[in-house]
């Protein structure tokens, strides 16, 4: 039970800060789940997890949403996924967290030193994002980076981004998780922990959307950035 309420709190935890900021969960999540589970059972679980906090939070930016800016993601996360969990399927536990820790502190650092200034890029580099998150959201269960660094890239509007990246990630966790119950990667003591932390991650999510409006902005991320650089570490000396 212990081991259950720490799960549960985690995700609570995860919930929270993608509800208040549109991203961040499984960054959140994983380097803390692998502190009390194996990695290749907390992939599974916190892509399950992910498919209500997304799904709760298009419900809410749904008048946002457009399909011209979601396809290039979509399309191409496909052939990505099957790639990720191909590579997590055959790859030791040990080298996915130091690959994690390192993707981590790299994607973490990035945003604390470097500010992408919005500019008119092409939409074929959506592809590229896509497939790149497909794959290391099937793999780590921590795919935002690629496409959170292409939609700031773009110059759309706070809501425009906030709502792409939110159905993205509701369609690649759906996609993720299909494909990790078709490989077995989703077992059952997967699915009972995710039945018990259901009720963490929908009070996260909705605490989450309430406190977004009270956000200040870049002094709370860079404070996350600074955590998930932490967690990035550990993961990579306590799992290495």
Not at 96 to 119: D, E, H, Q, V, W
């Amino acid at each position: 039970m212990t081991v259950i309420f720490a799960i549960g709190m985690i995700f609570f935890l995860a919930a929270f800060v993608q509800g208040l900021t549109g991203f961040g969960s499984a960054l959140i999540a994983m380097p803390l789940l692998c502190l009390v589970v194996d990695i290749k059972f907390a992939i599974p679980l916190s892509v399950l997890t992910s498919l209500i906090i997304t799904s709760l939070l298009t419900l809410k930016l749904k008048s946002h949403l457009d399909i011209r800016k979601l396809l290039p993601l979509c399309l191409s996360t496909l052939p990505g996924i099957a790639v990720g969990a191909t590579l997590l399927k055959h790859v030791q536990s040990e080298t996915m967290a130091l690959l994690l820790g390192i993707l981590l502190i790299c994607y973490s650092s990035y945003n604390l030193f470097f500010t992408p200034k919005p500019r008119a890029i092409h939409h074929g580099w959506g592809y590229l994002a896509g497939f790149c998150s497909g794959a290391i959201g099937s793999a780590f269960s921590a795919g935002g980076p690629p496409a959170i660094i292409y939609t700031t890239l773009t110059g759309w509007s706070k809501d425009y981004i906030k709502a792409t990246l939110t159905g993205f990630f509701l369609f690649n966790s759906a996609m993720v998780a299909m494909a990790h119950g078709i490989s077995g990667l989703t077992t059952q003591s997967v699915f009972i922990s995710f039945l018990y932390s259901s009720p963490f991650v929908f009070a996260g999510t909705l605490l989450g959307s309430f406190c977004y409006r009270f956000l200040a902005g870049k002094i709370y991320l860079k404070t996350v950035y600074l955590f998930l650089i932490v967690m990035g570490m550990m993961m990579i000396v306590l799992k290495s």
